[in-house]
């Protein structure tokens, strides 16, 4: 072990972090805003990037606007979803909102095993940047795409958040929807308008997975589990807490994958461990508020 490799592994961690702070940066919002626990914001992400993967293969589209292209098909597509049938499931127990969007994730995953099979692609793209030389160190340049998409995704949902008409009115529904309602505000169309930004980002998202990763109807299940690890470790609805998680998760897994023997198959659980540890000793994560008894 030297300095150069631990160097290597913590910066391409923290670009996989990237990549994990894009994905839980939709769902953040979405989760903080209308309390609803998207299952199904995985598979908008294989969404995005299957739409990405074919822009890209069949038409020769740059992955930048193939990223583009699917955030905007897939916020159309969160609308869509939220008209026809989340709208509905706010009004119901929380349960039954757990099972309706975990159903929906079902749905999309199997139809989407249906159409394109359960075989990985890879999208083979030109490096998007030149690569990021510091020393001995190297990282590729698709690499330091993903973390610079990702970062710029956080600090646009944080500006949406605290710095926007619409982030006020999302705040204000979020602590209160009845009193938001006596106030003026249009609570559906706050929730639904919270949901659009979410599954744009998670379109976006998609596009850095199949940019870095591959493309196959699985590749969100395992996304959006390390997504909710992120808010339950950054704090609910935070949306720095979700950039600090997304970090120390990605450096969890990182560097036990890189530095202990056969690291790479439980490195996901040494995260996950850490996850666990945290949440033992501040349960409302490490950016959330606590509850007062």
């Known amino acids: 072990m030297t300095i150069a490799s631990v160097s290597q592994a913590v910066l391409l961690s923290l670009t996989i972090a990237g990549l994990y702070a894009a994905v839980a940066a939709g769902l953040t919002l979405t989760v903080g805003v209308t309390r609803i626990i998207n299952f199904a914001h995985g598979e908008f992400v294989m969404l995005g990037a299957f739409l990405t993967y074919w822009l890209h293969t069949r038409y020769a589209l740059s992955p930048w606007l193939g990223m583009a ?104 529904a979020s602590d209160d929807p009845e009193l938001a309602l006596h106030a003026g505000i249009n609570v559906d169309r706050v929730f639904e308008l919270s949901f659009v930004i979410g599954g744009a980002a998670a379109g976006v998202s998609g596009g850095l997975v199949a940019l870095v990763l591959y493309v196959q109807p699985t590749v969100g299940v395992d996304l959006v589990i390390r997504a909710f690890a992120i808010i339950a470790l950054g704090g609910l609805g935070n949306i ?53 008894t």
């Open 69 to 172: 292209a699917s955030g905007v098909a897939l916020g159309l597509f969160s609308m869509l979803v939220y008209r026809v049938f989340l709208a509905r499931v706010l009004k119901q127990d929380e349960h039954n909102q757990l099972l309706a969007t975990l159903g929906l994730s079902i749905l999309l995953l199997n139809i989407a095993v249906i159409l394109w099979s359960p075989d990985p692609r890879v999208m083979q793209a030109p490096a998007l940047l030149p690569s990021l030389r510091l020393g001995d160190v190297s990282i590729p340049g698709n690499n330091f795409a993903v973390a610079l998409v990702g970062l710029t995704l956080f600090l646009v949902m944080l500006w949406i958040k605290t710095h926007t008409r619409y982030g006020t009115q999302m705040r204000f």
């Open 240 to 292: 720095p807490g979700a950039l600090v998680g997304a970090a120390i998760l990605a450096l969890a897994e990182g560097l036990t994958s890189t530095f202990v023997p056969q690291g790479g198959s439980w490195g996901f659980g040494v995260a996950f461990l850490l996850l666990l540890l945290v949440l033992i000793v501040r349960p409302s994560g490490l950016f959330g508020k606590q509850v007062q």
